[in-house]
């Protein structure tokens, strides 16, 4: 007669459990480590590569129609100053004695805030509530058209040397 198997032993053959050796997860842990630093030199290379458009903003910029000027500084803080000239009208008639003309007065400057996205676009919000919008194209890093979101009005700006 055949003899039954003994309880908790099964008709297959026993594994042998492969053991892992300290070379194999040297070997696993080093391809990891490599694959994270070649993905982060990848990215640090397009980050390089991709235009800032936050280093081609900042400066003075003053406008090719008129003489308002535009300051961009390094904090997202931005000025626009329009000087007003006496001849204008916005100031009282020059007494008859003087022989200079009026020197031009300066307004006070509208202060703001300005947020870059990707590709050059900078949305400008000023104190006075009006919002602009503009892109700074790599092309062309000297000028940019500034637009009022309210009327669609452009302005072009040229960078002060």
Do not use: C
């Amino acid at each position: 007669m055949a003899r039954p198997n003994p309880p908790g032993k099964g008709t297959t053959p026993p594994r042998n459990r492969t053991k892992f050796k300290i070379l194999d997860i040297v070997i696993v842990i080093l391809g990891v480590v490599f694959i994270i630093g070649y993905n982060r030199l990848s990215i640090a290379k397009l980050q390089r590569s991709l235009p800032n458009a936050n280093t081609m903003i900042v400066g003075e910029w003053k406008s090719t129609r008129g003489p308002e000027h535009i300051v961009f500084r390094a904090d997202k803080s931005v000025s626009l100053t329009s000087v007003r000239d006496a001849a204008q009208g916005d100031a009282p008639p020059a007494a008859p004695h003087t022989e200079a003309p009026a020197a031009p007065e300066a307004a006070a400057p509208l202060v703001g805030k300005y947020q870059l996205s990707e590709a050059g676009k900078v949305y400008i919000d000023l104190s006075n509530g009006k919002r602009y919008t503009t892109t700074i194209a790599p092309e062309n890093k000297n000028r940019f058209d500034l637009i009022d979101t309210y009327t669609d009005g452009v302005t072009t700006y040229e960078r002060v040397p």
